[in-house]
Nanobody
Framework: VQLVESGGGLVQPGGSLRLSCTASGFTFWNSIMSWYRQTPGKERELVATIRGAGGSTNYADSVKGRFTISRDNGKNTVYLQMNSLKPEDTAVYYC????????WGQGTQVTVSS
């Protein structure tokens, strides 16, 4: 299993970013995919989840209405569109799938600052 994130960076408050995670080594189309984030000294926090079949989604309360998780099964890729970003969204964002154990990408830094 390999998960490779991209798309992080520095953005001003109120701005937008789109994260991507390309997956390989497992059957992607029917796998639940998630985005987590972590800041120093805090536990990793679940941000959003999308199911394979049907693509139903769930979000943390802190990002509802601002973030959108989506997937392209033809490209084995899951996305996180982040709008109206706030300084408290600053974190390392990780792509995740659970298949008996958790698998993680390397993480991508998102910094929201003026």
């Amino acid at each position: 299993v390999q998960l490779v994130e991209s798309g992080g960076g520095l953005v001003q408050p109120g701005g937008s970013l789109r994260l991507s995670c390309t997956a390989s080594g497992f059957t992607f189309w029917n796998s639940i995919m998630s985005w987590y984030r972590q800041t120093p000294g805090k536990e990793r926090e679940l941000v959003a989840t999308i199911r394979g079949a049907g693509g139903s989604t769930n979000y943390a309360d802190s990002v509802k209405g601002r973030f959108t998780i989506s997937r392209d099964n033809g490209k084995n890729t899951v996305y996180l569109q982040m709008n109206s970003l706030k300084p408290e969204d600053t974190a390392v964002y990780y792509c995740n799938t659970f298949r008996s154990v958790h698998y993680w990408g390397q993480g991508t830094q998102v910094t929201v600052s003026s």
